[in-house]
């Protein structure tokens, strides 16, 4: 049917579900007829990513933090970071285009998988079909030139997957995100000369310093690191941050490609 589905047997007998970041909740508030219509969501860590999104339309807002204002309503998120969000609604000139619901989050996997479980269930509530999801973030890149973009095809500690202990087991998710949507990211750049684009592997890591190499503490030789980042490019890692990873691995649970 296209409809999103949540895998929680238990979630649509909850009397009342509080999306809380996002200051939403299924008896507070309409969600199919404020959200329904939302084909596209894309994570901008920066209100730069956001205004081109609102070309098409005008955009209606809502925040954690109060309602946002207008275009600039990613400027206005909440002390931690997260939880604002900005819909532009749905252009009449092109039928089936669906709105676009622009949503932030801090930095780190907690972050972003407080986030995503909460927009995930909000797409559920208010039966939204066939949605795309894109994130985008900032990288440090491997053997690329600065400033490129690089579409995810895969998120990887050499390994597609992402370990959890959930109760007293350790589960581990598949982070692999397939082809098909890199592909078509890829064709839409080429008519976008401002930056080099590629598709290539992410490497994540849990912290901004030791996993990424640097910091405080350096417990490693210049060799051994230099080693390891050409393992790491050999492998086809062109990247590496600290967020996709939980995003491709809750989307594989959901039963996506």
Do not use: W
């Amino acid at each position: 049917s296209g409809f999103v589905h949540v895998k929680n047997p238990y979630l649509d007998l909850t009397e009342e579900d509080i999306l809380y970041h996002l200051d939403l909740g299924t008896k507070m508030h309409n969600l199919p007829a404020m959200f329904g219509d939302i084909k596209v969501k894309s994570r901008c860590r920066s209100e730069t990513a956001v205004p081109p999104l609102h070309r098409p339309s005008s955009p209606v807002s809502h925040s954690s933090a109060g309602p946002c204002q207008g275009p600039t309503a990613a400027s206005a998120p909440t002390g931690t970071g997260s939880g604002c969000s900005t819909k532009g609604l749905s252009d009449p000139g092109q039928p089936g285009q669906g709105g676009c619901l622009s949503l932030l989050h801090g930095m780190g996997i907690p972050s972003i998988s407080i986030m995503l479980h909460e927009l995930i269930k909000l797409l559920h509530h208010a039966k939204c079909q066939d949605v795309t999801i894109i994130r985008i973030g900032t990288l440090g890149g491997l053997g690329i030139e600065a400033g490129s973009v690089v579409i995810r095809d895969m998120d990887s500690s050499f390994q597609p997957r992402l370990e959890q202990v959930v109760l007293d087991d350790v589960v581990v998710q598949s982070t692999d995100l397939g082809k098909d949507l890199a592909e078509e990211l890829l064709a839409c750049s080429r008519e976008m000369a401002d930056f080099p684009t590629l598709i290539g592997h992410t490497t994540y890591t849990y912290d901004f310093y030791e996993g990424e190499i640097r910091g405080a503490l350096y417990s490693f030789s210049s060799q051994k690191k230099l080693e390891s980042l050409r393992r790491a490019y050999d492998a086809g890692v062109r990247n590496t941050e600290m967020e996709s990873t939980a995003f491709a691995a809750l989307r594989g649970l959901k039963g996506e490609s």
